[in-house]
Nanobody, 122 residues
Framework: QVVESGGGSVQPGGSLRLSCTTS????????IGWFRRAPGKEREGVSC????????VYADSVKGRFTISRDFSMNSVYLQMDSLQPEDTAVYYC?????????????????WGQGTQVTVSS
């Protein structure tokens, strides 16, 4: 099971930290991806961490503003989002991939959370 939390409403320039907690399996060899879907737009890969090889990737649109991290003890992955802008408004999803390699293609991730809404508005 994959569960996201931490979404909410913030003003432009604000910050939020999303959490992705898994249960039923350990993340040791997985890849964890954060995706988002904005109204009227296709799903977009935001960031990914490969626990297997240590790879971390970010979409160009969030580089320098978002940071992905992991808490080994909590079996959780986080997405720290700073300098949020209205274009970051979307439902954010966490997903896991057993193969352990990052990909921008959401369809290769097997387990998905229910999503958490992030709204950036003044």
């Amino acid at each position: 099971q994959v569960v996201e939390s931490g979404g909410g409403s913030v003003q432009p320039g604000g910050s939020l930290r999303l959490s992705c907690t898994t249960s039923g399996f350990k993340l040791d060899l997985y890849a964890i991806g954060w995706f988002r879907r904005a109204p009227g737009k296709e799903r977009e890969g935001v960031s990914c961490m490969s626990i297997k090889d240590g790879t971390i990737v970010y979409a160009d649109s969030v580089k320098g503003r978002f940071t992905i991290s992991r808490d080994f003890s909590m079996n959780s992955v986080y997405l720290q989002m700073d300098s949020l802008q209205p274009e970051d408004t979307a439902v954010y999803y966490c997903a896991t991939r057993a193969l352990g390699l990052c990909s921008p293609r959401g369809e290769v991730f097997e387990n998905w959370g229910q999503g958490t809404q992030v709204t950036v508005s003044s």
